[in-house]
């Protein structure tokens, strides 16, 4: 049974720091993988999709990077905002393209 | 979120009732989930289609049944809610395998049973 892990469940920083936010999974057999952004009490804003085949994606301050081999992914936030205070959520596709399985996040805080 | 809407938004409703939650997209996409948030577990899957009247049951499915009689909407049915099944309901859309896959997420429904 797929089982994903987010590190650190919590994390504050002051403006301007650049932070690595990791998700691990144990079944390398993955369609792709997707990183979200949740507010408190809103839904789900995806950031990042990256397939199995790739490495990494980019989007303006964010980088994803995949490692399917050894089961982990980082996302990276440069220079970060209080605007990117959320609770960002790592989920996996499985091969058939029939489940998402989450993990259970990383709440971020970031201070002005 | 575009392309896909939840309703309601909120509702509030006694043990032992039925209720019937609603996803519409306008993506013409192949597949739909149901999921539930609770504190301490995450997003877990209930039920998902794959295409009219091709439903399959997810990690939590006991307690609901779905239905999709026509690729846009997807329902999710609580044939007698217990307080149990108070979280918040999210419903997804999936891209094809050849489009990548992704997901997209609805804004979410509220359940309370009281």
């Known amino acids: 049974k797929q089982e994903v892990t987010q590190i650190p469940a919590a994390l504050s920083v002051p403006e301007g720091e650049n932070l690595v936010l990791n998700c691990s999974f144990t079944?390398?057999?993955?369609?792709?993988l997707q990183w979200f952004r949740q507010d408190p009490g809103k839904g789900l804003t995806s950031l990042l999709l990256i397939q199995s085949s790739q490495r990494e994606q980019t989007s303006g301050r964010l980088n994803a990077s995949l490692d399917k081999s050894s089961g982990r992914s980082t996302l990276y936030i440069a220079a970060s905002q209080p605007g990117d205070s959320a609770t960002y959520l790592c989920?996996?596709?499985?091969?058939?393209?029939?489940?998402?399985?989450f993990g259970k996040g990383t709440t971020l805080s970031v201070s002005s | 979120d575009a392309g896909i809407t939840q309703s309601p938004r909120h509702k509030v409703t006694e043990t032992g009732t039925p209720v019937t939650l609603r996803c519409h997209q306008t993506?013409?996409?192949?597949?739909m989930y149901w999921y539930r948030q609770d504190p301490g577990h995450g997003l877990r899957l209930i039920h998902y289609?794959?295409?009219?009247?091709?439903?399959d049951k997810g990690e939590v499915s006991d307690g609901y049944s779905v239905s999709r009689s026509k690729t846009e909407d997807f329902l999710l049915t609580l044939e007698s809610a217990t307080s149990s099944q108070t979280s918040v309901y999210f419903c997804?859309?999936?891209?094809?395998?050849?489009?990548?896959?992704?997901?997209?997420f609805g804004s979410g429904t509220r359940l309370t049973v009281v």
């Open positions: 989920a996996v596709s499985n091969q058939a393209g029939t489940a998402l399985i």
């Open positions: 997804a859309i999936s891209e094809s395998m050849a489009e990548g896959g992704g997901y997209t």
């Open positions: 079944d390398s057999a993955i369609y792709n």
């Open positions: 289609s794959y295409g009219v009247k091709d439903t």
């Open positions: 993506e013409n996409h192949r597949y």
